[in-house]
């Protein structure tokens, strides 16, 4: 099956250390995060958040962020990693609330014990609250000391919280909870995904470039590679939960099991791939039309649909 | 009882009419939100959001920023009861959290139904959620129609998602939480509900002087001013909960139930009535001394301490 899935063009890119490289400076700027967060979270909150933030992850928002950052010509300077940083906190809360016991009510995640099994459930509540302001305010830091503009700054906080919101993450996630037991069609499939996972990824991206200073066509290159990736991501991701099983991905499987509609229900494995691949394609495509000569961006557009997990 | 309550010196102004007059141009701005964020929010979440953010309430918040914008300085442009309507959709969102089965659980609020009783948990959660990312986003669009400058409209989205977050109104409810069953001092108190209720309430007057372009001096005038009137504002919770019957308050009083430590339980009744007038003789003196000189905010501060529910 593995021998199956899709490919793109081989980038002069070395995936492997690149994504090993970035996760690190990744993790190290999620511990300064979550340090500055015990300033003024009660440590019975801050357990639960270091729980979440700090529990493995492919730390993919993050890193697209950087790369963008690094494609537009942004420099070396590590608070980068502290803008990516912002964002995955957004994601890291969302998990968080996914996993309750009154949303999804699942106790593994990523092989670990999800917080609310350790922490209790309304201290993982709270903390996953304080995470959704923190994001903002961590990014307004980390765009001040990336020397952003006040304009930038506030373009890029914007971004986070539309990525974050109802037209966005919590939309998305609000039509994934009214689709349960309903046939979506490849239209409303594909809205739904482009706002529940696609919304953040773009952001990530956008944001990355808003803070190097990008020129308009470049953040519009980032906003349509973004909607290709977020798309082809999740496209993967029923295939990965359609042809995986529950030991090898550390998460239970539950579409299937809550009737929703998926990529592979609806096209079947191997349109799917086919489809996953094509979305990489046209992602690549659109960044290079916008003059972005990133090969770095393109081997993550692989890595989206190649990642076994 | 009502006789004992606090009074402090009688302002030159209508309090009861500019209650009535703020809170329907408020009502209307709060209209105008839930319209726009129909705009993104699928029809199953946005009832529970209307339901809460449309639900009778005091309005306080976004009387505090219009009135502190004036107070500033600032013009006649209705755009600022956006501003503060902004800041008016966090604390709906904390009110939803607060009352789910899985935090306090309660059926009841402004004796009317929670919108969880009416719309699901999980549905009620979600849309909570969604005003968190909102409120920062409607504050953006509110100062661009107000004409603040790129500096200015970062400030406000800044002082928002503080007064929202860990070191303000989350951080204040975690550690009321946390307090529960115990014994906590002047010191402890203080410190949660100047978090817990404080850090909004301040916030919102800072975002109506930042609006209106005040100075420096002024804007400390508004913080030491909202820092008293938060304090002087639980204070005469706890006297309210002590003496009103439930019938009275359109809530069941819950922190006798729960244990928790109150301004009553420390004090007394009528040392924490002689407190609660103090701390808003001494935030209008704040404004005074900043060289402030408004009516409205020194009425509102009359209010806070007079108020029957």
């Known amino acids: 099956m593995i021998a199956d899935r899709p490919a793109i063009d ?37 357990q639960p958040a270091r729980h979440a933030v700090l529990s493995r992850g492919k730390r993919l928002r993050p890193i697209l962020c950087v790369v963008a950052y690094r494609a537009c010509g942004g420099g070396t300077d ?14 890291a809360y969302s998990l968080m609330h996914d996993d309750l016991p009154c949303m999804d009510d699942a106790d ?32 307004l830091r980390a765009s001040d000391a990336l020397g952003a503009d006040d304009g930038v700054s506030r373009r890029i906080v914007r971004e986070l919280n539309r990525g974050a919101g109802a037209g966005g993450m919590v939309g998305g996630q609000a039509l994934d909870l009214l689709g349960e037991g309903q046939h979506l069609d490849s239209n409303e499939l ?28 470049s953040i519009a290159g980032l906003e349509s590679f973004g909607r290709g990736i977020g798309l082809a991501f999740q496209v993967t991701d029923d295939i990965l939960d359609a042809t995986a099983v529950a030991a090898d991905l550390g998460k ?14 609806l096209y079947g494995l191997e349109e799917a791939t ?35 997990r």
Do not use: N
Request: net charge negative.
């Open 10 to 46: 081989r980038p002069a890119v070395d995936l492997e250390a690149l994504l090993r490289d970035e996760r690190a400076e990744v993790e190290r700027a999620l511990e300064r995060a979550c340090e500055w967060l015990g300033d003024e979270l009660p440590d019975e909150l801050l």
């Open 78 to 91: 590590p608070a980068v990693y502290d803008l990516g940083a912002a964002i995955e906190l957004i994601h």
């Open 108 to 139: 593994l995640r990523r092989g670990q014990p999800t917080p609310h099994t350790l922490f209790g459930e309304a201290a993982t509540a709270r903390a996953g609250l304080a995470l959704i302001p923190a994001a903002s305010l961590w990014a």
């Open 190 to 217: 594909d809205r739904l995904h482009g706002m529940k996972t696609g919304a953040l990824l773009t952001a990530s991206l956008v944001i990355g470039g808003l803070a190097a200073g990008a020129s308009e066509a």
């Open 252 to 265: 239970h499987p539950s579409d299937g099991v809550l009737d929703k509609s998926t990529y592979v229900s």
């Open 274 to 308: 086919r489809r996953a691949r094509v979305l990489a394609e046209e992602a690549t495509e659109a960044l290079r039309g916008a003059g972005i000569d990133a090969p770095a961006l393109i081997a993550l557009a692989s890595y989206v649909v190649e990642r076994k």
